[in-house]
């Protein structure tokens, strides 16, 4: 073995430690909810030491296409700043945007719409299921065939 390959390999491992070493630091303060802090992709967060071995990006996903704040609660994490400097270490420009910003308001408008929307079709279904099971079928004289319409009177 030469030199530079022995060199080489000694960076990779030590590399590897240090990677080990903070993926392990990341665990133990993970789990404090800070107050205060940076938020980041929860999903990057938990696939962490993969994002970092195949070179991809960190944090990309947490803005919105209005390039704010992802308003999605479930998609993100709050963390600390030792976390937030663990994770400078291996993506130096990584976005991590503060806690004290707001969700793209844009977005949260359009969620709000789709979950009123939503719900409205689950209240008109409800309302079409019970017509439908308790047989209390509304009486319009201009639809009902005129068989029915003699039954009816």
């Known amino acids: 073995l030469c030199e530079e390959c022995v060199a080489s390999d000694l960076r990779q ?4 430690l ?12 993970q789990n404090k909810d800070p107050e205060i802090g940076w938020w980041v992709v929860k999903d990057d967060f938990r696939n ?14 947490i803005n919105c296409r209005h ?7 479930k998609r ?3 963390v600390s700043f030792d976390v937030k400097t663990i994770v400078k270490k291996y993506f130096p420009e990584f976005p991590a945007p503060s806690y004290l910003e707001e969700p793209c308001q844009v977005c949260t408008d359009e969620c709000d719409q789709e979950k009123l929307y939503i ?8 309302d079409l299921q019970r017509l439908l099971t308790d047989g209390a079928f509304p009486y319009i004289p201009s ?5 029915v319409m003699a039954t009816l009177r």
């Open 13 to 16: 491992h030590l590399y590897d």
């Open 18 to 29: 240090t990677l080990e070493d903070d993926f392990k630091r990341i665990g133990i303060v």
């Open 119 to 126: 719900s409205t079709i689950l209240l008109h279904r409800r």
């Open 67 to 73: 390039s704010s704040l992802d308003p999605d609660p």
């Open 143 to 147: 639809l009902t065939p005129p068989a």
């Open 76 to 78: 993100r994490k709050l």
């Open 48 to 61: 962490f030491k993969k994002i970092v071995r195949q070179g991809g990006n960190f944090n990309k996903e």
